[in-house]
């Protein structure tokens, strides 16, 4: 059996994002969104098996094959760490390792639009960060989270599943609690971080609707609150959050997160053309009066519109995004066109002078109505 560090160790360098182990076939590597073969003999079910035994343990070991999926975290001898996905498919084991940079990395190095740093100094309030899986949600959430530690002396308390990024405490007061090893589960863990006196909260995902409850509470006792969604715009997110309740109470949810939500950024990654890598494009939006109003009145279906008119004030639709990442020859055109929302309008915009897709200067919409 080929050990497991060897192969995550083939993976970092290599620059690989990701590893996946499936019975039968080699390791696979994914870098820049494509998947690469390795040299690696294929994988047995008995090799599959021992490598979660060494990373878990026995006795996790067995609550994974009672629940057939185990979330946790490793690091190997050079010190790179690892998300990883343990589970089961067609009734063998399989596995899939998200390699996780040691650095936390710098917001400008990420090419986000100016206003997620704004964003970091908000005094209360919840800002939602979301994608599909794979979209650099928590390498955001990181750069964001690193930033305050660089700037304020805050109490910032973290709730991840499993912990990734590895914060250093600067001006900061940084706690990472682990879901499985330090907590059970979010609700738990939230249900208890109130009385911990924090300042700022990190909730690894909104996933159910005790964590959402307590998370949208949190925010709303004064305290602010970075989060995840899997979901690929603003509309959709606050829609997710909503449909979450009983009928019931969304009524109620509605007002709550009128109150409390500051801004959502959505985000996906394009391949680079430049360079070897990866970059986001983003939609941004901020919750001034008119999209407070919009969310209270159940209008979500206006939210579009006032993203697209408020670029002035930081907000930015993802089609707007795609084509400033061109504009600058960051990306391709075919992919460009090929992704946006409206292929039709994306070419037409691609053929708009440069200067249309210049960065706006915000205005100070963060705190409007908030």
């Given amino acids: 059996m080929v050990d497991i560090k060897t192969i995550l160790a083939a993976a970092v360098q290599n620059d690989a994002s990701d590893v996946h182990i499936n019975v039968a076939i080699p390791p696979i590597l994914r870098k820049n969104t494509e998947l690469i073969r390795t040299i690696f003999p294929p994988v047995t079910e008995e090799d599959a098996k021992q490598m979660v035994l060494s990373m878990v343990g026995s006795e996790r070991f067995k609550k994974f094959q009672e629940k057939r999926d185990l979330d946790f975290s490793m690091m190997i001898d050079d010190g790179h760490r690892f998300r990883i996905n343990a589970h089961y498919q067609r009734d063998m084991i399989a596995i899939a390792f998200r390699v996780i940079p040691n650095d936390i990395p710098l917001i400008d190095s990420l090419h986000l639009p100016p206003i997620a740093k704004e964003l970091t100094d908000l005094p209360r309030g919840l800002v939602l960060v979301t994608g599909h899986t794979g979209s650099g949600k928590s390498t955001t959430l990181a750069a964001m989270v690193g930033l305050i530690n660089s700037k304020y002396s805050e109490h910032i308390i973290t709730l991840e599943d499993p912990i990734e990024y590895l914060f250093k405490n ?49 925010a709303e006792t004064g ?148």
């Fill in 223 to 370: 305290h602010l609150v970075f989060s995840t969604l899997h979901t690929i715009n603003a509309p959709q997110t606050i829609e997710r959050i909503i449909d979450i309740y009983p009928a019931n109470q969304q009524n109620q949810i509605r007002t709550m997160l009128a109150n409390t939500l500051q801004a959502v950024i959505s985000q996906t990654l394009f391949k680079r053309v430049d360079k070897p890598g990866m970059i986001p494009c983003t939609e941004i939006m901020l919750c001034t009066s008119a999209a407070r109003n919009c969310i209270r009145e159940n209008r979500i279906y206006e939210i579009p519109n006032i993203i697209e008119t408020s670029r002035r004030l930081g907000m930015q639709t993802m089609d707007f995004s795609i084509a400033q990442m061109y504009s600058k020859g960051y990306i391709d055109k075919e992919d460009a066109i090929n992704r946006s929302s409206n292929p039709g309008r994306m070419e037409k915009m691609l053929a708009e002078p440069i200067e249309r897709f210049q960065d706006a200067q915000p205005v100070g919409a963060v705190n409007e109505g908030g």
């Fill in 170 to 218: 600067d001006k900061c007061v940084i706690e990472q609690r682990e879901i499985g090893s330090d907590c059970p589960d979010f609700a738990t863990g939230l249900r208890h971080v109130l009385r911990q006196d924090p300042d700022i909260i990190m909730v690894g995902e909104m996933r159910d609707l005790e964590t959402t409850s307590f998370t949208i509470t949190a």
